[in-house]
């Protein structure tokens, strides 16, 4: 309260808050809520202080990376601070070649991203969808040192560290008829790199388990088409397709994927069936790769939490979501089930800072402005308000997720989610809103870079 600092003063009617001594601690995202007998309005305003001590000392680590329209932004979080921006005209080291490269006809010189992975915090991967390629940005010295020819329409990126290789999905074309899967071995060597076309086709998508703290070594991974009621399984190491599994006895045309290593669990959603009420997720063998039926009678997207001891299914049109604890012997218990009016795009999870082995989940919508927040182990849910319009999903074509939420690595406390023309950072530790960086647009691919 104002009353209580002789730094803050409240005038004009509670419409203008002032702020003496400014200090470095005073940035942050300041809310002014007006209220009147026809009702209530909000809004943000960002404050930024910059001290110069903080700055002598140039990081390039534990930042974001967010590739939007106007090139690369690098931002610090904790002081919510621009590092660097590399502009869509900036050449590719030892090279000619522009970043994004200035398209006949267009006034606006601009970038279009699709997918990015970071590669051992060394190097950053991107995609380049409107110039089927990929390029290379080298964190240590924050430059693009190299570019990749793919195959066409370059929309999806997996790092499998396992194998210290980057799977890559083409589409071919916007309809999607020439998927190809291809395969940049060798990573995080950085130099010289090559791109080899695996004979892996037919598919739109595919599934590669994320590495963890506890699961270090991923041997497997799955392709599907989404119009076909089957998965293959395939030899990441050789790329050689080992099985097929099929699904038509229960009429399930794979979407999505989740893999928990407590009781060994492939969790497949389901497409829904407009003939069908409800369209469960079936639960996969991962030894015996047999089905082992529905997961009851739960629909949506999977999402399991980084120690595989919750699963996390978010059904986007309902917007309801069911919350299901996942024990050492493999049983599967329902928890919670939460309805909610979001119609979730993206879903992460955020380590609890004050209960040992929890979580919180963050989530987004496709259509509103406000951010979910769950505690996992009360069922407790919250919201922030008011982060502005996600980018419309015509405007994100290459996957559901027209508005991601993405963390900043295992112990990390910030997230970030883009706005159509602007950036939100949050504080998990604290649950509020950290910052808006604005002039951001369509920002809807990030990397987190930890310590370097």
Same mark, same amino acid.
């Given at each position: 309260m104002p009353k209580l600092s002789k730094q803050l003063m409240l005038l004009a009617n509670g419409s203008e808050l002032h702020i003496s001594s400014v200090r470095y601690e005073d940035t942050g995202a300041y809310t002014c809520i007006a209220k009147n007998e026809v009702?209530?309005?909000?809004?943000?305003?960002?404050?930024?202080?910059?001290?110069?001590?903080?700055?002598?000392?140039?990081?390039?680590?534990?930042?974001?990376?967010?590739?939007?329209?106007?090139?690369?932004t690098i931002i610090q979080p904790s002081d919510c601070e621009i590092q660097r921006h590399i502009k869509p005209n900036e050449k590719v080291f030892s090279s000619y070649a522009e970043i994004c490269p200035r398209v006949e006809g267009e006034a606006i010189q601009s970038c279009l991203w699709a997918s990015a992975v970071n590669v051992r915090d060394k190097y950053i991967y991107v995609t380049q969808p409107k110039w089927n390629r990929i390029m290379i940005l080298?964190?240590?010295?924050?430059?693009?040192?190299?570019?990749?020819?793919?195959? *066409?329409? *370059?929309?999806?990126?997996?790092?499998?560290?396992?194998?210290?290789?980057?799977?890559?999905?083409?589409?071919?074309?916007?309809?999607?008829?020439?998927?190809?899967?291809?395969?940049? *071995?060798?990573?995080?060597?950085?130099?010289?790199?090559?791109?080899?076309?695996?004979?892996?086709?037919?598919?739109?998508?595919?599934?590669? *388990?994320?590495?963890?703290?506890?699961?270090?070594?991923?041997?497997?991974?799955?392709?599907?088409?989404?119009?076909?009621?089957?998965?293959?399984?395939?030899?990441?190491?050789?790329?050689a397709h080992i099985k097929t599994i099929s699904f038509k006895n229960y009429s399930c045309l794979p979407l999505a994927m989740a893999y928990t290593h407590l009781g060994g669990y492939f969790f497949v959603q389901c497409k829904t069936n407009m003939s069908v009420p409800i369209t469960p997720q079936l639960i996969i063998d991962s030894v015996t790769d047999s089905v082992i039926g529905p997961n009851s009678d739960i629909s949506g997207t999977p999402y399991i939490s980084p120690d595989g001891r919750y699963l996390v299914s978010a059904d986007e049109q309902s917007g309801r979501i069911r919350v299901q604890a996942i024990t050492i012997q493999g049983e599967i218990k329902l928890i919670y089930d939460l309805q909610t009016t979001m119609h979730i795009s993206d879903l992460t999870f955020q380590s609890s800072f004050t209960e040992g082995n929890q979580y919180y989940i963050y989530a987004t919508s496709h259509l509103q402005t406000d951010v979910l927040f769950v505690e996992l182990s009360t069922g407790k849910m919250d919201v922030l308000k008011n982060l502005k319009d996600p980018i419309k999903s015509k405007d994100w074509p290459w996957s559901n997720y027209n508005r991601?939420?993405?963390?900043?690595?295992?112990?990390?406390?910030?997230?970030?989610?883009?706005?159509?023309?602007?950036?939100?950072?949050?504080?998990?530790?604290?649950?509020?809103?950290?910052?808006?960086?604005?002039?951001i647009k369509r920002g809807n691919t990030v990397v987190w870079v930890g310590d370097v």
């Open positions: 009702g209530v309005d909000e809004d943000i305003s960002s404050l930024f202080i910059e001290d110069s001590a903080r700055k002598t000392r140039l990081s390039v680590g534990n930042m974001f990376y967010v590739f939007s329209d106007d090139g690369i080298d964190i240590q010295t924050q430059k693009v040192i190299q570019i990749l020819d793919t195959d *066409p329409l *370059p929309v999806k990126l997996h790092y499998d560290k396992s194998h210290d290789q980057i799977w890559v999905l083409s589409w071919g074309d916007m309809k999607k008829s020439h998927p190809v899967l291809q395969v940049i *071995p060798e990573a995080s060597t950085g130099d010289n790199q090559h791109i080899i076309r695996t004979h892996l086709n037919g598919m739109d998508d595919y599934f590669i *388990p994320h590495t963890n703290l506890i699961i270090n070594h991923i041997r497997f991974g799955f392709i599907f088409n989404k119009s076909k009621s089957v998965v293959h399984k395939i030899d990441l190491e050789t790329v991601i939420i993405q963390d900043s690595g295992l112990f990390g406390q910030y997230l970030i989610t883009p706005a159509k023309e602007s950036l939100f950072i949050i504080n998990g530790r604290q649950n509020t809103l950290r910052c808006e960086v604005s002039g």
